[in-house]
């Protein structure tokens, strides 16, 4: 049931943007430059993230804010460039190429962003699980890529890159919206040397989910490549 409704929400999604393919299409540009735009932009996403890292504190959550909101602006473009490829029929063997590859460096360098921001405020066991998601990340798309080089259509599993782009967005912008109205808050016990829950958690704790997912996807589309052959 959840799977269908991602998919509606998905095909919704589509038909939104089919006016602004419309219009991409009467400019000239091609889908190979909306993908290279969508490059610049996570760089830009992940280069606020390196600017509250050098220069932000701990209680400040316009970088993440901001980094969320510029992460899912980027996650348009990677849905305009197959629609414009197929609305414009020049759809081609290196412009899937071309996306497949830019879309694996937009991924690592925005959780390249996110390690160094963490690391920076001295979130460490959250950079590890920030890394641990960027490998299932990676692993997810490996497994289909492979498998599908080999014959086999592997396009299962729950955290694919649509998934992590709008669970990464979403967290970020949350935790900027939650933490303005409620102001810094934490918990903390005894016991561990660092709070149990502060604001901060509202993005870590999704990544974290995305680090577990992530690798439980790419297990997942192995388990149905074994199965299929």
Request: charged content about 10%.
């Given at each position: 049931m959840i799977s269908n409704?991602?998919?509606?929400?998905?095909?919704?999604?589509?038909?939104?943007?089919?006016?602004?393919?419309?219009?991409?299409?009467?400019?000239?540009?091609?889908?190979?430059g909306i993908t290279t735009i969508g490059l610049v932009i996570t760089t830009i996403s992940a280069a606020v993230l390196v600017v509250g890292g050098e220069i932000g504190d701990r209680s400040d959550y316009r970088y993440i804010t901001w980094f969320g909101v510029i992460t899912l602006f980027a996650g348009v473009f990677d849905m305009l460039d197959g629609?414009?490829?197929?609305?414009?029929?020049?759809?081609?063997?290196f412009g899937a190429l071309y996306d497949s590859v830019l879309d694996r460096y937009s991924e690592m360098i925005m959780f390249l962003g996110i390690c160094y921001y963490l690391v920076s405020h001295h979130f460490f066991l959250s950079s590890v699980f920030a890394f641990i998601a960027m490998i299932g990340s990676i692993m997810v798309s490996y497994v289909r890529a492979r498998s599908e080089a080999l014959g086999v259509d592997c396009k299962v599993g729950m955290m694919q890159r649509p998934e992590r782009i709008l669970t990464i967005g979403i967290s970020g912008i949350l935790?900027?919206?939650?933490?303005?109205?409620?102001?810094?808050?934490?918990?903390?016990?005894?016991w561990l040397p660092f709070p149990l829950i502060e604001n901060i958690s509202i993005f870590t704790i999704p990544i974290f989910m995305m680090a577990i997912l992530t690798n439980l996807t790419a297990i997942q589309r192995l388990n149905h490549c074994h199965n299929h052959m």
């Amino acid at each position: 049931m959840i799977s269908n409704l991602w998919i509606g929400t998905k095909r919704n999604a589509y038909k939104a943007l089919n006016p602004v393919i419309q219009l991409l299409s009467k400019t000239g540009i091609t889908p190979n430059g909306i993908t290279t735009i969508g490059l610049v932009i996570t760089t830009i996403s992940a280069a606020v993230l390196v600017v509250g890292g050098e220069i932000g504190d701990r209680s400040d959550y316009r970088y993440i804010t901001w980094f969320g909101v510029i992460t899912l602006f980027a996650g348009v473009f990677d849905m305009l460039d197959g629609q414009l490829a197929r609305s414009t029929n020049k759809m081609s063997t290196f412009g899937a190429l071309y996306d497949s590859v830019l879309d694996r460096y937009s991924e690592m360098i925005m959780f390249l962003g996110i390690c160094y921001y963490l690391v920076s405020h001295h979130f460490f066991l959250s950079s590890v699980f920030a890394f641990i998601a960027m490998i299932g990340s990676i692993m997810v798309s490996y497994v289909r890529a492979r498998s599908e080089a080999l014959g086999v259509d592997c396009k299962v599993g729950m955290m694919q890159r649509p998934e992590r782009i709008l669970t990464i967005g979403i967290s970020g912008i949350l935790y900027g919206v939650i933490t303005y109205y409620s102001g810094i808050f934490t918990l903390s016990v005894d016991w561990l040397p660092f709070p149990l829950i502060e604001n901060i958690s509202i993005f870590t704790i999704p990544i974290f989910m995305m680090a577990i997912l992530t690798n439980l996807t790419a297990i997942q589309r192995l388990n149905h490549c074994h199965n299929h052959m």
